[in-house]
C-alpha cells in the first residue's frame, strides 16, 4: 500500500468525530489521574523526582490501554478488534520503559529519599526569588507535575492516531516504511542502553576508587557524544511519531482546533500532521534540560568546558582537534 496519506479514507471533516474506539474519555482521564497523582506525591514526599519515576511507567499504561484495553475490554470488541501495528508500538513501548525503569531503578531512583540533583538546584534558584515557597509550589503544579505529564502523553498520541485510523477504515496494514521505523526504534534504544551502561558502570567504578581524578564520563559512547542517551530518547520518540505516517487521518482529533487538524493537510504534506506536537516539544524540553546539566557541570569541573568544546553535544561525531583523552589527561591534572 501507499505511503502516502490516502484521501478516499477520510472521513468528511463536518462529521462529528469521536476519539478512539468511540470515545478520547477514558484515555484523557488517565492522563488527567496520573498528572494529579505525581502532584499529590511530589508534594506529600516533598520531591520533585515522583515525575521522573512516572516517565518510563506511564507511556507504558497509555500504549497497552489504547492498543488493549480500549478496544478489547471497554469496547467491548474482544480479540476481534485488536490492531496488529498498534499492538507493535505498544510493544516497542513496553521494552523501552521496561529497560529504562531497571535503569533507573538500579540507580537508586525509586528510593523515595533520593530526588535528582538538578531538582534541588533549581530549588536554590527559587529560594531567591519573591514569594517563595509560593513560586516553587507554583513550578511543581504546572510545569513538573503537569506540564510534563501532558508531554508524556503528547508523545504517546501516535498509538492513538493509528488506532483510531484501524478502528475507522479497517484497513492499517504494516509498510515498508514501518518495518524501517520498526528497526530504527530498535537502532535508537540500543543506542540508550549502552549509553546508559557506560554510564552506570563509570559512577560504579568512580564509587570504588577505580576513577581516580576522572570526574565525568568522556569514554565510548560518550567521547562522540556528550550526552547520547538524551539523543537516543529524542530520536526513540521520532520513530514512534513516524508510524502515523501512513496511518494519520486528519479527523482524528476533529475535536481539536482546525488549525492542527485541517490547515496542514497530510495531502499537502504527507510527513506533517497533528502527532508532531509531543515530539518536538520533547526535543524543546531536553535542549533546556541539557542546557542546565551543563551549566552544573561545567560550574563544578573546570575541565568539562574543554570537554564542550571538543564533544557534539547530542549527535554523536568525531572530537574535534583536541581529543578526548587530551581532556581526561587536563581533567586529572587539575582536579
Given at each position: ?290 542546557k542546565f546539566t551543563e551549566y552544573l557541570s561545567s560550574s563544578k569541573y ?34
Amino acid at each position: 500500500s501507499s505511503l502516502l496519506y490516502s484521501p478516499s479514507l477520510t472521513p468528511p471533516l463536518t462529521q462529528k468525530m469521536q476519539g478512539p474506539f468511540g470515545d478520547l474519555d477514558s484515555i484523557v482521564y488517565v492522563g488527567i489521574f496520573l498528572s494529579f497523582l505525581c502532584w499529590v506525591l511530589s508534594v506529600a514526599q516533598n520531591n520533585a523526582s515522583v515525575v521522573d519515576r512516572m516517565w518510563s511507567v506511564s507511556p507504558i499504561i497509555y500504549a497497552l490501554w489504547v492498543a488493549i484495553v480500549q478496544p478489547a475490554f471497554l469496547d467491548g470488541g474482544g480479540v476481534s478488534a485488536l490492531d496488529t501495528k498498534t499492538l507493535i508500538m505498544a510493544s516497542l513501548v513496553t521494552v523501552w520503559g521496561i529497560r529504562l525503569t531497571h535503569n533507573f531503578w538500579r540507580k537508586g531512583g525509586y528510593d523515595p529519599t533520593t530526588e535528582d540533583y538538578r531538582w534541588e538546584q533549581l530549588r536554590i534558584i527559587f529560594r531567591r526569588l519573591p514569594l517563595y515557597p509560593l513560586t516553587w509550589h507554583s513550578f511543581n503544579f504546572l510545569f513538573i507535575s503537569f506540564y510534563q505529564n501532558l508531554l508524556i502523553w503528547l508523545f504517546c498520541v501516535p498509538a492513538l492516531c493509528v488506532s483510531y485510523y484501524a478502528a475507522k477504515t479497517g484497513m492499517n496494514p504494516m509498510t515498508s516504511l514501518d518495518y524501517f521505523v520498526v528497526l530504527a526504534f530498535w537502532f535508537f534504544l540500543t543506542l540508550e542502553t549502552l549509553s546508559d551502561n557506560e554510564q552506570f558502570a563509570f559512577h560504579l567504578r568512580k564509587e570504588r576508587g577505580k576513577e581516580k581524578g576522572l570526574t565525568f564520563l568522556q569514554q565510548g559512547l560518550w567521547k562522540y557524544s556528550r550526552h547520547p542517551n538524551f539523543f537516543s530518547e529524542i530520536m526513540i520518540w521520532w520513530c514512534f511519531y513516524a508510524f502515523t505516517v501512513q496511518s494519520y487521518n486528519h479527523a482524528v482529533l476533529a475535536q481539536l482546533p482546525q488549525i492542527l487538524t485541517y490547515k496542514y493537510s497530510s495531502e499537502t504534506f504527507p510527513w506533517l500532521n497533528v502527532c508532531i506536537i509531543g515530539p518536538f516539544l520533547l526535543t524543546l524540553l531536553f535542549q533546556g534540560s541539557t542546557k542546565f546539566t551543563e551549566y552544573l557541570s561545567s560550574s563544578k569541573y573546570p575541565s568539562y568546558k574543554q570537554y564542550q568544546q571538543t564533544t557534539s553535544k547530542l549527535i554523536p561525531w568525531f572530537p574535534s582537534s583536541s581529543s578526548s583523552s587530551t581532556t581526561a589527561t587536563r581533567q586529572r591534572k587539575t582536579e
